[in-house]
């Protein structure tokens, strides 16, 4: 059965998707120039075996890169609910966001996250659609491009943070941080979604129930 339980969630989502993606294909496209011209090189005998070999290399590993981005931006319907570590999903995130138009310029830094940080239940598309939202919804304030994510455990619950320096602009406003909330209302089972803003920082948290929480919850 086909997923609809987010509709205006997916509404949201929509114009980022499509920005990442074309960023994404963009990229692959430049990868694809790249390989036609090591072997326009290699024909006009201009650069040696060894040489040609270790740049394919180089280009095949970056086109897989880019590939598994696509793969990450498939929306997967008609799934369950699962384990998913939010840590990996701010990682793919970060990677996304070099693609995108305005957050390629950004610096984005991820604490390490502690092993005892449970894994959350969500869908499978959702960790990531959650980290690009909150990415995109704090690093919109921050006129220094310079972003910290910690993952930390709270309780029973995992709370993802982004702490945009260097703004005292009103985070409610942007749209990426409302799409974020009405996805976090969505979700529900205890998912909270908050923006705090003083002189010289904002900071957009996101609350999820951890494993074990979301279990009893169900």
């Given at each position: 059965?086909?997923?609809?339980?987010?509709?205006?969630a997916a509404h949201?989502?929509?114009?980022?998707?499509?920005?990442?993606?074309?960023?994404?294909v963009h990229a692959c496209n430049n990868r694809v120039a790249a390989l036609g011209a090591l072997c326009e090189l290699q024909e006009a005998g201009l650069s040696t075996e060894q040489e040609g070999l270790l740049a394919l290399r180089t280009e095949v590993g970056k086109l897989?890169?880019?590939?598994?981005?696509?793969?990450a931006l498939?929306?997967?319907?008609?799934?369950?609910?699962?384990?998913?570590r939010f840590g990996d999903a701010v990682a793919g995130a970060a990677s996304l966001l070099t693609h995108?138009?305005?957050?390629?310029?950004?610096?984005?830094?991820?604490?390490?996250?502690?092993?005892?940080?449970?894994?959350?239940?969500?869908?499978?598309?959702?960790?990531?659609?959650?980290a690009v939202l909150l990415l995109l919804a704090a690093g919109g304030q921050a006129p220094s491009g310079e972003l910290r994510v910690t993952v930390m455990p709270t309780g029973?619950?995992?709370?993802?943070?982004?702490?945009?320096?260097?703004?005292?602009?009103?985070?409610?406003?942007?749209?990426e941080y409302l799409a974020l909330r009405r996805a976090a209302e969505q979700e529900r089972g205890g998912v909270r979604c908050r923006p705090y803003v003083d002189k010289?920082?904002?900071?957009?948290?996101?609350t999820l129930p951890g494993l074990t929480k979301a279990r009893t919850q169900r």
């Open positions: 059965m086909t997923d609809v339980r987010s509709a205006v949201d989502w929509a114009p980022v998707h499509d920005e990442l993606l074309a960023g994404v897989r890169a880019m590939m598994e981005l696509l793969r498939m929306l997967k319907t008609g799934a369950k609910k699962e384990p998913s995108h138009m305005v957050a390629r310029q950004w610096t984005i830094s991820v604490a390490d996250e502690p092993t005892e940080t449970e894994p959350v239940l969500m869908w499978p598309s959702d960790p990531l659609r959650f029973t619950d995992v709370e993802i943070s982004v702490l945009a320096k260097g703004s005292a602009a009103e985070v409610e406003a942007r749209a010289t920082s904002v900071k957009v948290t996101l």
